[in-house]
């Protein structure tokens, strides 16, 4: 029931003239169910970020899942996560994995999650693949296979069904249809999918961070069945993780050739909050604490980072601003600018135009960063 509404909600028109109830401005760079404008999540915050997180929990309504983070008093908390939920009795934290039976969490664990997987072929069009081991054979020969792209060899792409935000621009917003599944898979499934021909496990999503547990205890599994074999971790996470966590997977990144890659989608708090539904401050604070991880390996770089190009809302200024941060952190962490396709409730904004993208190259380039490129050219219009 839930999808078929949402889809009957998605059947729009692209660019169509969104409306801001803020200022009453109507503009084909205003989405229609976020319904408020780039200046007024930054002139009437409050406003803003209000109507926005009210247009979040509609959208999570069709799924089932709670509106927003709950803060039942005697409830159990869960911390793994920015959320920090307390769920209720017979309550459902925020991302759908976790829910409060007979006083206890049940749900997904470090030996059971929700999640799917595939081979894919290197190199592949993973957001690092440009600085990567796997892409470019960077860290040859203790981290690659070879000089180039490792061509014959396979990426283990894992995709959890669960995130800890609610990004309205979701590219793989389709995950949502498996959180309340009644599938789980094990970490013995997962690792035994590692063949003499996987030089690479991928976590992404949906996001990682609520399932963090299940991905490490299946990342040393993973090892000790391949102790003398290139084998990197990998993980495309929005950063919302307990710092504990992060730096488990820093570490095992670190030791095996692996890679974070962390998807900084705003830097100003009000406008992060009201396209994701989430605030970025441990977001920010963790990747302070994993650039002190890349001195200890600059090749192949251990933290990458990655925006999408939101038409309307991410533009030069904010481009410039996440840059500025980053190089506060460190100037050579690769720096990917995505562009934008029209998904889940963000359908109705346009491709992201090439002007725009040249100069958000531009604004991250004047920032002081290293290395910076302009991923998924294909779709600019």
């Known amino acids: ?22 200022c009453n401005t109507r503009s084909p760079l205003i989405a229609s169910h976020l319904g408020v404008c780039s200046d007024c999540i930054t002139v009437h915050p409050t406003d803003a970020v209000a109507l926005a997180l009210n247009r979040h929990g ?22 793994l996560c920015v959320n920090e939920c307390r769920i209720a009795e017979s309550g459902l934290g925020f991302c759908g ?22 081979h894919d072929p290197l190199p592949t069009n993973c957001v690092g693949d440009w600085v990567c081991a796997g892409g470019t054979g960077s860290g040859y020969p203790e981290f690659a296979h070879c000089r180039g792209a490792e061509t014959g060899y396979r990426n283990l792409a894992v995709f959890f069904h669960a995130c800890s935000m609610n990004c309205l621009f979701c590219q793989n917003w389709h995950f949502k249809e498996h959180t309340h599944g009644d599938r789980y ?31 490490i205890r299946a990342s040393k599994a993973a090892m000790a069945k391949r102790p003398d074999s ?34 900084l989608k705003a830097l100003h708090e009000p406008l992060h909050m009201a396209l994701t539904g989430v605030s970025n401050r441990r977001t920010l604070n963790n990747f302070r604490r994993a650039g002190r991880w890349m001195r200890k390996r600059p090749i ?21 601003r996440i840059a500025e941060f980053i190089a506060s952190v460190d100037p050579d962490i690769p720096y990917s600018l995505l562009a934008f396709h029209p998904q889940f409730y963000m359908q109705d904004l346009p491709l992201t ?29």
């Open 1 to 22: 029931m839930f999808i078929n509404i949402l889809c009957n909600k998605l059947m729009v028109t692209h660019c169509n003239m969104g409306t801001c109830h803020i």
């Open 58 to 79: 509609d959208s999570r309504e069709q799924f089932g899942l709670p509106r927003s983070p709950p803060r039942a008093p005697e409830g159990i908390r869960c911390r």
């Open 97 to 118: 994995m976790r829910e409060n039976r007979n006083g206890r969490l049940d749900g997904v664990s470090s030996r059971l999650a929700k999640a799917s997987w595939y």
């Open 185 to 215: 898979v094990s970490v013995d499934d997962l690792v035994n999918d590692v063949d003499g021909r996987t030089s690479c496990i991928c976590y992404f999503g949906g996001d990682p961070s609520p399932q963090l547990p299940f991905a």
């Open 230 to 263: 290139i084998l990197r971790f990998c993980w495309e996470t929005n950063g919302t993780m307990h710092p504990t966590f992060l730096d488990d997977i820093m570490a095992l990144a670190l030791a095996s050739g692996g890679c974070v890659k962390f998807d």
């Open 300 to 320: 192949p770089p251990v933290l990458i980072a990655n925006t999408l190009l939101v038409p309307g809302y991410i533009d030069a200024g904010e481009v410039g």
């Open 353 to 381: 135009r090439r002007e725009t993208a040249s100069r958000c190259l531009q604004a991250a380039h004047e920032a002081g960063l290293n290395q910076v490129r302009l991923g998924n050219e294909h779709l600019l219009a």
